[in-house]
């Protein structure tokens, strides 16, 4: 492995815990002519400096065979499965269960781009484009996330991403979110999948800026995509794409978080 060269680039330890995670080559079909960390390094790099695919430095990989990978991952599951491996790692690291007990649900709208794509207008935050939709546990780490149409409200994206991370969740148990999730879906939680839906609301004397008890712990995580260049609008066209991104910063995020573990 060459010297490195930009701070993207995944240390020993890191490669290491990623390493294994990475499917084989396919027995049949073309050969592998590029080494898989430094498609990773590709990865990484686009996604925190947020430049197009074609502007990839010349001293990685051609910006073709680092978006083959990271469409086919994509597309066969392969980035959800190594963030859900390393969120379980990280949980049992801090003394935690694997799996979550209790959940932090909200969302941020964000603008999209001239790229195209599915998008929607958000009178409330005064956004065009598209909402990033996610359940985290108490440490701030994707449990599920949901990217939608900006204009869907938030009950509404709500029903979806909970019903698409029901099933693999078995002890959730508690869900605290803002007065946004209040009403209807309260009862619809209760009754569809059996969990607690609390909601957390403002002090009314309070004006400004208020930091609110287990609220904060998403806040946080939607803070660390504000690392990500990539991350700071919505510049893909599938939502499918959007998602990716969003668990590719996460699986940066983990595997920093555990490298110093691995040397120790």
């Not at 490669?15 to 592998?32: D, S």
């Not at 790692?89 to 649900?105: C, F, K």
Request: hydrophobic share 40%; with cysteine.
């Amino acid at each position: 492995m060459p010297e490195k060269a930009y701070d993207t680039d995944l240390i020993d330890a890191e490669w290491e815990i990623l390493r294994p995670l990475i499917p084989p080559p396919a027995r049949v079909g073309r050969k592998r002519t590029h080494q898989i960390r430094r498609i990773l390094n590709g990865l990484l790099y686009l996604l925190r400096t947020g430049c197009a695919w074609r502007l990839l430095p010349h001293d990685l990989p051609p910006w073709s065979a680092v978006y083959y990978y990271y469409a086919t991952w994509r597309d066969n599951g392969v980035l959800t499965a190594i963030h859900d491996t390393l969120r379980r790692r990280v949980r049992v690291a801090e003394g935690r269960d694997e799996e979550p007990s209790a959940a932090i649900l909200d969302s941020q709208s964000v603008k999209t781009t001239d790229r195209g794509g599915p998008h929607g207008y958000d009178a409330g935050k005064k956004v065009n484009g598209r909402k990033r939709h996610l359940l985290v546990d108490t440490l701030g780490l994707v449990i599920g996330l949901l990217v939608h149409c900006a204009d869907i409200q938030d009950r509404d994206g709500a029903r979806l991403l909970l019903s698409r991370v029901k099933a693999a969740v078995p002890r959730l148990k508690l869900i605290w979110a803002d007065g946004g999730y209040a009403g209807q879906l309260v009862h619809w939680v209760q009754t569809t999948c059996q969990w607690v839906l609390e909601i957390v609301r403002r002090s009314d004397p309070q004006q400004g800026f208020e930091v609110l008890p287990r609220r904060w712990v998403i806040e946080r995580t939607f803070g660390w995509f504000g690392k990500y260049r990539r991350l700071s609008k919505d510049y893909e066209f599938h939502t499918r794409s959007s998602e990716a991104m969003l668990y590719l910063a996460m699986i940066h995020i983990m595997a920093r978080r555990l490298a110093p573990l691995a040397i120790s």
